[in-house]
């Protein structure tokens, strides 16, 4: 009884301690797979499987374009050719053993090209050609004897063979059939492509698509913050331009500098945001400031005054208060209501410009000049009856100026 465990144990041992066939290893590259279709052909071809053999080579012939080894070009091009010779589509197989001549250049180059001027030998002597035929056989010649025996037993049968007119006999469907398998392999192959292509363009359509959206959201973002920065920039530059008007030290040339200092730097800023419509109440408020100066700045230095008008009259209405009060009181005044005119006269009048300056900075005559000067203390006068009395005080001091 303790016999039969024993017995059982050893012929387990045996059966697995036999030599059993190994399954090829096939690596998953385009090499591997490229030789595994290879061998998958040649199975069917043993099987007499022309379909299914033509369809292992023409989808190893698929993954040539990444193959490294010229051996597995070689052989995928020349096993197409001789399957097409075969079977009688003997155009197809000259044009596959011209791609298989380009993968004959190795060590072994004297068997392959031997190997391709035989199966064109053999297409042409199918064809009817035979001068071509026995053109390719003596160029298959002349590698003896570095060919081997098989090739050289080829040679003489060829030319026997082609030497006495005959030919093998292939069925007339044949050639159509091996013919329209490879055809409809290629088809396949398109219609495949051609889906795969309308799926890449799908997803770069969507990936694009996505790509523009979060462009266009980080573009949105960044202006925002840009706008943000040039609106605090903005703010920033006035409340220190409506500081330097109010430093009692500060003269027109440090104001003017200051303010053109400020603007360009808030140009600069400007730049870099692009259609920047800009919060144009700040905006406009700075332009009437820097506007204010400059032509504070011509009147103080005697510069050409003949030009400017209303709108320079009411950019320095502005900053006058800032500048000084109490010259902004007069010349803001409704019941004086100046001409332009007759504000930069009295700027000019007040910071004891003399009249051959004034009339310069006007461009008139001394007559022109004392006609201004004339109607602004008619106006004064007539005014002074219905002002407070501390009007009448500011007045009285203004009109000794006149």
Known sequence: MKKKPILLLI?????????QRKLPNYPATD???????????????????????????????K?????????????????????????????????????????????????????????????????????????????????KPRIRKEQEQKIEELRTRIEKHQILSVSPEKDIEII???????????????????LYIAY?????????????????HHMR???????????????????????????????KTEVDQKLYELEQLRKKIPNHNGDTKTADSIEQIKLGIESLYIILKGGNISQMGKREQ??????????????????????????????????????GMTDEQKANAFCCTSQALRSIKSRMKKKMEQSQETLPETDIDSVIEDKTLL
């Open 11 to 19: 012929s387990i041992l045996a059966l697995l301690s036999c030599n």
């Open 31 to 61: 090499d591997g797979i490229t030789r595994m279709r290879l061998d998958s052909a040649a199975f069917f071809m043993t099987k007499h499987d022309t379909k299914n053999a033509m369809y292992q080579l023409k989808s190893a012939e």
């Open 63 to 143: 993954h040539l374009f990444n193959v490294t080894e010229d051996s597995l070009k070689f052989a995928t091009y020349y096993r197409i050719a001789l399957l097409n010779a075969q079977n009688g589509a003997y155009k197809l197989a000259l044009d596959y053993f011209n791609h298989t001549a380009r993968y004959a250049n190795d060590s072994k180059k004297s068997h392959r090209l031997t190997d391709i001027y035989l199966g064109k030998a053999f297409v042409f002597n199918q064809m009817g050609q035979r001068d071509s035929a026995l053109h390719y056989v003596k160029k298959a010649e002349t590698f």
């Open 180 to 198: 329209q398998i490879q055809d409809r392999y290629e088809v396949a192959i398109a219609q495949r492509k051609a889906l795969q292509l309308q």
């Open 204 to 220: 770069l359509a969507i990936f694009l698509i996505f790509l523009t959206a979060s462009i266009m959201v980080w573009f949105r």
């Open 225 to 255: 913050q840009q706008l943000y920065a040039y609106r605090k920039q903005q703010e920033e530059t006035e409340q220190n331009i409506q500081q330097m008007l109010r430093r009692k030290d500060a003269t027109i040339d440090e104001m």
């Open 314 to 351: 009411q950019a320095i209405n502005t900053i006058m208060p800032n500048f000084d009060y109490e010259l902004a009181y007069i010349l803001n005044n409704p019941r004086y209501a100046f001409t332009p005119k007759e504000t930069f006269y009295y700027i000019m009048e007040h910071n």
